[in-house]
C-alpha cells in the first residue's frame, strides 16, 4: 500500500512528518504549503495520504474538499484554523481521519494518533515540534518533557530551527534527510552538518539585528522590515522590528515580482496574529493565517501601505 506523507517544511511539519514516517518507513515524504495543497494533492497518487500541519486556504478550501472524496484514504491533522467559509464536519465527511485542535502543535496531535505504533522515544520528536511552534504548553507537553532533560531538549530544537535556515539545509532534500533521520530515534544534532550550520544562523541572528536596529521603521503600533538580504530570517526580522522600536506588533516585508510576502510576530499575547493577517489581508485581495503567535499574509505588489492602515486599525491594545 503506497503511503504519501506531505507536510510543512517548518519544525513542526518535519516534526509531525517524521512521527507519521516512523509509522509508515515505507513512505514518501513530499513538502507542501497551504497555498500550493490544492496543486500538490492533483497530482499526488498513493493509496494513502497523511496531510499535516497544512492549513485550508479559504480560496482552495471548497475544491480541496472535492478532491478529498476523489482520493482513496486520506489523514489529515492540523492545527490552523479552518476557513470560516466550511464547517470542520464537512472536512470529516471527507476524509477517513480528520483530528483538529487550535493551539496543539501538528507534531503532538498526530504523536497521540500513533503512539501505540511507534517507539515510546519518539515521544521525543512531539516535543520538539511543539516548542518549535511555539506549542508547548498543553498538558501533554507539559506532562511529558518532566520525564527527560529539557536542556537537551531544547538544543536539540535549536539545532532545526535555526540549522535549516542555511543554504545547506534550506533545500527538500536536505530536509527530508532530517525527517529520516528523526523517523529511525536519531536527534538532530545527528545530521552532519546541522549543529555547525544553526551555529552560524545564530551568529548571522546576531547580526541581523543591528541591521534592523538602523533600519526598522514605524507606523502607529507597527515596526516594520523591508527587503533586507536575510530572507530565511523572516520570523526574528518581524520580532526584531517591534523589539528595536518597542512596538507590540512587528512585520517583515519582502517583495517578490507579483505579491508581498509579510510575516507578522508580537511583543504581547493580547493580539491573535492569524486572525489579523486574515482581516487586513483580504481588506486588499490578498490572504492570511497562522498562528496566533505567528502569522503572514500574502498581499498584492502595490497594497502595502493600505494593508498597514488596515492592520493598524485593527490592533486593539
Same mark, same amino acid.
Given at each position: 500500500?503506497?503511503?504519501?506523507?506531505?507536510?510543512?517544511?517548518?519544525?513542526?511539519?518535519?516534526?509531525?512528518?517524521?512521527?507519521?514516517?516512523?509509522?509508515?518507513?515505507?513512505?514518501?515524504?513530499?513538502?507542501?504549503?497551504?497555498?500550493?495543497?490544492?496543486?500538490?494533492?492533483?497530482?499526488?497518487?498513493?493509496?494513502?495520504?497523511?496531510?499535516?500541519?497544512?492549513?485550508?486556504?479559504?480560496?482552495?478550501?471548497?475544491?480541496?474538499?472535492?478532491?478529498? @472524496?476523489?482520493?482513496?484514504?486520506?489523514?489529515?491533522?492540523?492545527?490552523?484554523?479552518?476557513?470560516?467559509?466550511?464547517?470542520?464536519?464537512?472536512?470529516?465527511?471527507?476524509?477517513?481521519?480528520?483530528?483538529?485542535?487550535?493551539?496543539?502543535?501538528?507534531?503532538?496531535?498526530?504523536?497521540?494518533?500513533?503512539?501505540?505504533?511507534?517507539?515510546?522515544?519518539?515521544?521525543?520528536?512531539?516535543?520538539?515540534?511543539?516548542?518549535?511552534?511555539?506549542?508547548?504548553?498543553?498538558?501533554?507537553?507539559?506532562?511529558?518533557?518532566?520525564?527527560?532533560?529539557?536542556?537537551?531538549?531544547?538544543?536539540?530544537?535549536?539545532?532545526?530551527?535555526?540549522?535549516?535556515?542555511?543554504?545547506?539545509?534550506?533545500?527538500?532534500?536536505?530536509?527530508?534527510?532530517?525527517?529520516?533521520?528523526?523517523?529511525? @530515534?536519531?536527534?538532530?544534532?545527528?545530521?552532519?552538518?546541522?549543529?555547525?550550520?544553526?551555529?552560524?544562523?545564530?551568529?548571522?541572528?546576531?547580526?541581523?539585528?543591528?541591521?534592523?536596529?538602523?533600519?526598522?521603521?514605524?507606523?502607529?503600533?507597527?515596526?516594520?522590515?523591508?527587503?533586507?538580504?536575510?530572507?530565511?530570517?523572516?520570523?526574528?526580522?518581524?520580532?526584531?522590528?517591534?523589539?528595536?522600536?518597542?512596538?507590540?506588533?512587528?512585520?517583515?516585508?519582502?517583495?517578490?515580482?507579483?505579491?508581498?510576502?509579510?510575516?507578522?510576530?508580537?511583543?504581547?499575547?493580547?493580539?491573535?496574529?492569524?486572525?489579523?493577517?486574515?482581516?487586513?489581508?483580504?481588506?486588499?485581495?490578498?490572504?492570511?493565517?497562522?498562528?496566533?503567535?505567528?502569522?503572514?499574509?500574502?498581499?498584492?505588489?502595490?497594497?502595502?501601505?493600505?494593508?498597514?492602515?488596515?492592520?493598524?486599525?485593527?490592533?486593539?491594545?
Amino acid at each position: 500500500m503506497k503511503t504519501m506523507i506531505l507536510t510543512h517544511a517548518d519544525c513542526d511539519g518535519m516534526c509531525a512528518g517524521a512521527i507519521a514516517l516512523a509509522r509508515f518507513p515505507d513512505a514518501n515524504v513530499f513538502f507542501t504549503k497551504p497555498v500550493s495543497l490544492y496543486h500538490d494533492l492533483q497530482n499526488t497518487e498513493a493509496d494513502r495520504i497523511i496531510i499535516t500541519d497544512i492549513a485550508l486556504t479559504k480560496r482552495d478550501a471548497p475544491n480541496i474538499l472535492k478532491l478529498f @472524496g476523489e482520493k482513496n484514504e486520506i489523514l489529515y491533522f492540523d492545527h490552523h484554523i479552518v476557513p470560516r467559509t466550511i464547517k470542520k464536519q464537512e472536512i470529516g465527511k471527507k476524509v477517513k481521519v480528520f483530528i483538529h485542535e487550535l493551539d496543539t502543535s501538528s507534531s503532538e496531535i498526530i504523536y497521540r494518533y500513533y503512539q501505540k505504533d511507534i517507539p515510546r522515544e519518539r515521544v521525543w520528536i512531539a516535543i520538539y515540534g511543539a516548542i518549535g511552534d511555539y506549542s508547548d504548553d498543553t498538558e501533554f507537553v507539559k506532562e511529558r518533557i518532566l520525564n527527560w532533560d529539557r536542556r537537551a531538549l531544547f538544543f536539540e530544537v535549536s539545532t532545526i530551527v535555526l540549522g535549516i535556515k542555511n543554504d545547506e539545509f534550506e533545500g527538500y532534500d536536505a530536509k527530508r534527510r532530517i525527517v529520516r533521520t528523526l523517523a529511525r @530515534g536519531e536527534n538532530p544534532s545527528d545530521v552532519p552538518g546541522l549543529v555547525k550550520s544553526a551555529k552560524e544562523a545564530v551568529n548571522r541572528e546576531f547580526d541581523l539585528y543591528e541591521i534592523i536596529k538602523r533600519k526598522a521603521k514605524v507606523f502607529g503600533n507597527i515596526a516594520y522590515t523591508k527587503d533586507l538580504p536575510s530572507f530565511g530570517f523572516r520570523g526574528p526580522s518581524a520580532l526584531f522590528a517591534a523589539t528595536t522600536r518597542g512596538k507590540p506588533l512587528g512585520l517583515y516585508v519582502h517583495t517578490r515580482e507579483k505579491y508581498i510576502d509579510i510575516t507578522m510576530r508580537a511583543r504581547t499575547k493580547k493580539l491573535r496574529l492569524n486572525e489579523l493577517a486574515e482581516d487586513a489581508a483580504e481588506a486588499v485581495k490578498g490572504s492570511g493565517g497562522g498562528h496566533p503567535e505567528a502569522a503572514g499574509a500574502k498581499i498584492p505588489v502595490g497594497s502595502f501601505n493600505m494593508f498597514l492602515k488596515n492592520l493598524n486599525k485593527l490592533i486593539q491594545i
